[in-house]
């Protein structure tokens, strides 16, 4: 699977992302993930890509021209079984299910918003999706990019090399994951529960999809 990122700043989203998983993902060549620089577009010997918005107010705003053209720089290479989201908190809120339908995809074109946001022309004539990380507002796209590139990569599979390693995770059935122990078998005396050192896998399946429901109830009871 193919990155695109549209940015400001690309060395932010590289440095931010090349460590373990999605690294080794990329060096294996299970995906790729593809900055173009937003100011290469600028059309000005400064690099320029900011203006006043029409009607005034605060801050500054992408002009329309260097993100359509950025996007056209790669429009070619790009598959029929691609998308173009720009990251805003106006957008849909990104879930595990809309992880997972991107997951799919050939091609992911995201791009990064600054300032106050970019020209609303140009999201009308290239963006098939507008997506949220949550209620609050960020200085600009590239966290928000990063952080669904993480999560639809480990969806690809063989990049987390088992499929088992993600199917049984938080909300992947619409319930938050069931509580997860390891060794020693007991800490501050707190013991791990019997039933996970039992053996009896039927029993244990069952233990999980009751403390699934149970944690649910309790931490986020807006899932049920």
């Not at 999605?22 to 937003?38: F, L, P, Y």
């Not at 260097?66 to 106006?90: A, F, G, H, M």
């Not at 088992?162 to 992947?172: A, R, T």
């Amino acid at each position: 699977m193919n990155f695109h990122v549209l940015t400001l700043f690309p060395e932010s989203v590289i440095g931010g992302l090349y460590h373990s998983i999605i690294k080794r993902a990329v060096d294996e060549e299970k995906i790729d993930i593809n900055c173009i620089n937003i100011r290469n577009f600028s059309g000005n010997k400064h690099n320029r890509v900011d203006d006043y918005p029409y009607g005034g107010g605060a801050g500054m705003l992408i002009r329309a021209e260097p993100v359509y053209e950025s996007y056209k720089s790669i429009e070619e290479e790009l598959s029929k079984n691609r998308k173009v989201v720009y990251v805003t908190p106006q957008g849909k809120p990104f879930t595990q299910k809309i992880a997972e339908e991107y997951s799919k995809l050939n091609d992911l074109v995201i791009i990064c918003g600054h300032y106050e946001g970019v020209d609303e022309r140009v999201i009308e004539e290239i963006v098939d999706e507008e997506i949220s990380i949550g209620d609050f507002v960020l200085t600009g796209g590239e966290l928000a990019a990063m952080i669904i590139i993480d999560a639809v990569s480990r969806l690809i599979p063989s990049v987390l090399g088992k499929e088992e390693s993600f199917i049984d995770e938080s909300f992947s059935d619409g319930l938050l994951e069931y509580p997860q122990y390891t060794r020693p078998s007991e800490f501050l005396g707190k013991k791990v529960p019997d039933v996970l050192l039992s053996g009896n896998h039927a029993e244990i399946e069952k233990w999980r999809k009751e403390q699934a429901y149970l944690r649910t109830q309790k931490k986020r009871p807006d899932l049920l």
